[in-house]
């Protein structure tokens, strides 16, 4: 089993940035990859940046390219979201998610919410 806490979410301004933190715990040896995921209340669930765990490869959601970066520091199984220019649509509850297959989440964190006002 994998234990994923966040932290680091709040309220921000338009422009403004944020960093969002998961601390992984139990088999982390087991993880290949870590994403962050987000919702806003009556939409679905979606991946906002995955890093692999050991090549630390990432990919990114259309809507955030340039603007957020995901990065993980192994040596204490962290990782974390960095979140600039930030927009009132990026509000939502961040889930951090970790994976030890190659399709499904298995482990999830149990959210932060981000607001951004205008």
């Known amino acids: 089993q994998v234990q994923l806490v966040e932290s680091g979410g709040g309220l921000v301004q338009a422009g403004g940035s944020l960093r969002l933190s998961c601390a992984a715990s139990?088999?982390?040896?087991?993880?290949?990859?870590m994403g962050w995921f987000r919702q806003a209340p009556g939409k679905a669930r979606t991946l906002v940046a995955r890093?692999?765990?050991?090549?630390?490869?990432?990919i990114y959601a259309d809507s955030v390219k340039g603007r957020f970066t995901i990065s993980i520091h192994n040596a204490v199984n962290t990782v974390y979201l960095q979140m600039n220019n930030l927009k009132p649509e990026d509000t939502a509850v961040y889930f951090c998610?970790?994976?030890?297959?190659?399709?499904?989440?298995?482990?999830w964190g149990q959210g932060t919410q981000v607001t951004v006002s205008s």
């Open positions: 139990g088999r982390t040896s087991s993880m290949n990859a």
């Open positions: 890093i692999t765990v050991s090549a630390g490869g990432t």
């Open positions: 998610a970790a994976r030890t297959g190659l399709l499904e989440y298995q482990y």
